[in-house]
């Protein structure tokens, strides 16, 4: 699967042609700034909680480009308040066929505040499945005993899961994630972009290897293949 790092949590992957991205939040990441949101295609965005270091561009990029924004129900309602046309509303625990894969929503321990103090309903983790391959993407979480049943819902070719710590898990937390979850392969996200979640990434590789996983940190606008 192609894989396009944005920066914090801000992912795309194509899954059978569809362009899903994940947590838009650019325009406000320094880290970022070589990042035109004008030039970023989508026919999903997946919103995994309602904090605006998730949410930022997800409105002005679904007006853009059409996309269908795939989030909480309170989430995705909220983007209709603004004039989403296209949204679809799910749950925790909830499962839906899409035209790409299948998405199930998993628990994810954190909160979820809309950047205007709304209530988001509660943060979720995504499992994809689709004949090109099946990941995990935790969103903000603490380590959780759930993570456990991922592998009863989908054999786990990769995961991204956050490793800056403070916020949400840290390295040594997200390798036993991975552990649970069934993923060798590990995609580092939400590190780096404030104080808070700074990482020495050469010690955190070197962490991960000597658990016999993978960490893949991608620069910020590079497209790895996984
Ligand atoms: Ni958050
Ligand atoms: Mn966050």
């Known amino acids: 699967m192609r894989f396009t790092f ?12 569809k362009k ?12 970022a700034s070589s990042i035109d949101i004008a030039t970023i295609e989508a026919d999903y965005i997946f919103l995994s909680h309602g904090h605006s270091d998730h949410v930022a561009d997800a409105e002005a990029i679904a007006k853009a ?3 269908t924004i795939v989030a909480a129900y309170e989430v995705a309602t909220w983007f209709a308040t603004k004039g989403v046309e296209k949204y679809h509303p799910m749950n925790t625990g909830g499962q839906w066929s ?5 998405v199930k929503c998993v628990n994810a321990i954190h ?5 205007d103090g709304t209530g988001g309903g509660n943060p979720m983790g995504f499992v994809i499945s689709s004949t090109e391959g099946n990941f995990y993407y935790s969103g903000d ?3 959780t005993l759930d993570m456990q049943l991922i ?7 990769f995961a991204i899961l956050p490793i800056g710590g403070n916020f949400t898990m840290d390295a040594a937390d997200a390798i036993r994630a991975a552990k649970m979850a069934g993923a060798i392969k590990v995609i580092g996200v939400h590190y780096d972009t404030f104080g808070y979640i700074k990482i020495d990434k050469q010690a955190t590789i070197d962490l991960f290897q000597k658990e016999g996983l993978y960490l893949y940190l991608p620069s910020i606008g590079e497209t790895i293949i996984i």
């Not at 899903?20 to 880290?31: C, Q, S, Y």
Request: aromatic residues 14%.
């Open 20 to 31: 899903l991205l994940f947590d838009p939040f650019i325009t406000g990441n320094e880290l």
């Open 65 to 67: 480009t059409g996309a």
């Open 151 to 157: 592998p009863s819902f989908a054999s786990i070719g």
């Open 111 to 115: 909160s979820s505040t809309l950047p």
């Open 141 to 143: 979480t603490a380590l």
């Open 6 to 17: 944005y920066g914090h949590a801000c992912f795309s992957v194509v899954i059978n042609g």
């Open 98 to 102: 899409f035209d790409f894969g299948k």
